[in-house]
Nanobody, 124 residues
Framework: QVQLVESGGGKVQTGDSLRLSCAVSEPYFTTVTMAWFRQAPGKEHEFVAGIFWMSGKTYYADSVKGRFTISRDMDKKTLFLQMDALIPDDTAVYYC?????????????????WGQGTQVTVSS
């Protein structure tokens, strides 16, 4: 399993931006797809965005499409989530996740490695 470490969360106001980062440790070569999930208090993990590590092809949940951008820096072995036009409904703990299968799924349990999570709080 790869080790994932998120950073970049914080408290912001509606309309602000944040960029989350997720550092990927060895065995790096086993990572095929990665994703960002979030979990609000009392709710299940929600898929936010996914990316194929090699091709860079991306997928987004409808709730964040047009506002969030997932990307990766292969040299720095880092996954990013640029979050713009934040709204209070975006408040959650955000997790990055990785899997060795060549498909992006929206189920948190389908991924084999997860980070510790980073809190994002958006006030109105």
């Amino acid at each position: 399993q790869v080790q994932l470490v998120e950073s970049g969360g914080g408290k912001v106001q509606t309309g602000d931006s944040l960029r989350l980062s997720c550092a990927v440790s060895e065995p790096y070569f086993t990572t095929v797809t990665m994703a960002w999930f979030r979990q609000a208090p009392g709710k299940e993990h929600e898929f936010v965005a996914g990316i194929f590590w090699m091709s860079g092809k991306t997928y987004y949940a409808d709730s964040v499409k047009g506002r969030f951008t997932i990307s990766r820096d292969m040299d720095k072995k880092t996954l990013f989530l640029q979050m713009d036009a934040l709204i209070p409904d975006d408040t959650a703990v955000y997790y990055c996740a990785a899997r060795t299968e060549p498909t992006i799924t929206q189920r948190f349990g389908d991924y084999t490695s997860w980070g510790q999570g980073t809190q994002v709080t958006v006030s109105s």
